[in-house]
């Protein structure tokens, strides 16, 4: 027998901005301009560095690819905001819904990707100056970028997977905690786990702020190959903190929940400082 009061999904609703009926047209052509200027600007880079022979390295490559990503990434949302704008039309269909969460996550991390490769790039030219065009090669640079879309998408799909399996739930109820499960161990172990953890966490916090000190202090090391070092090192610094007090304080107190709204903080700040770290 399957459940019963089942319910589906067909479209959602789109609150979209605060605004009276007499400023529709400012905003609507506010946001075309923007979205215009991003879409033209980019196809101008993309045609010069087509164009110019100067520009056909690697590095322009690159660039040539990050945008036509940024167009790609504006125009899965901005022609429906700017529809349903003109329109009125305040909703979306589930299906419209998932395509453009799947694009979106497939672009946005796209440009994540390519941005990592010119990074590489940006490396190979000033360790290995002398051996840069026999590194970046062009087959090289075709697999980085066929290896970023590989990424990418298969990222989007999973993200898009899990999204449907999640809102396709039925018998769905309001979520007030999260019950953690925590590591497996008898209230004897409590004091011992604890203390490897927080040995743990106090040493890379301060292995970390060590790092970031002697950078400061040390005029030798006043170079952008220590700069990002150092934003690493607190990048590192607050990825820790994000969990870990609050597991140790589980521990010490075996309280084996989070609230629904501390959940999604940490969730939120565990995201973007993992973004940022990578």
Not at 48 to 59: E, Q, V
Not at 146 to 174: D, F, K, P
Request: net charge neutral; with cysteine.
């Amino acid at each position: 027998m399957g459940p019963q009061n089942q319910s589906s999904v067909s479209e959602f609703l789109l609150l979209g901005l605060p605004m009276r009926p007499g400023q529709q047209r400012g905003f609507f052509t506010l946001f075309l301009g923007m979205y215009l200027t991003t879409v033209l600007g980019n196809l101008l880079i993309i045609l010069l560095i087509r164009l110019d022979s100067r520009l056909h390295t690697p590095m322009y490559f690159f660039l040539s690819h990050l945008a036509f990503s940024d167009i790609s990434l504006s125009s899965v949302t901005v022609p429906k905001m700017l529809t349903n704008m003109w329109t009125w039309q305040q909703s979306i269909s589930y299906v419209g819904c998932i395509a453009q969460l799947c694009f979106f996550i497939l672009f946005g991390g796209l440009d994540n990707f390519l941005l990592a490769v010119m990074a590489y790039d940006r490396y190979v030219a000033i360790c290995h100056p002398l051996h840069y065009t026999t590194i970046m090669r062009e087959g090289l640079c075709v697999l980085l970028v066929a290896g970023s879309w590989i990424l990418s998408c298969g990222s989007a799909l999973l993200h898009t997977l899990l999204l449907i399996r999640l809102v396709g739930l039925e018998n769905q109820s309001s979520v007030s905690e999260f019950l953690l499960l925590g590591l497996p161990m008898r209230p004897g172990q409590q004091r011992w786990f604890f203390t490897l953890f927080l040995g743990m966490y106090l040493t890379t916090v301060l292995g970390n702020l060590l790092i970031i000190l002697l950078i400061r202090l040390n005029s030798h090391l006043h170079m952008p190959m220590y700069f990002f070092f150092s934003h690493l090192a607190f990048s590192d610094i607050s990825l820790s903190s994000i969990t870990v007090p609050e597991m140790l304080m589980d521990m010490q107190t075996w309280q084996q929940s989070i609230p629904y709204v501390g959940y999604i903080a940490q969730l939120c700040f565990f995201i973007v400082t993992i973004s940022c770290w990578q």
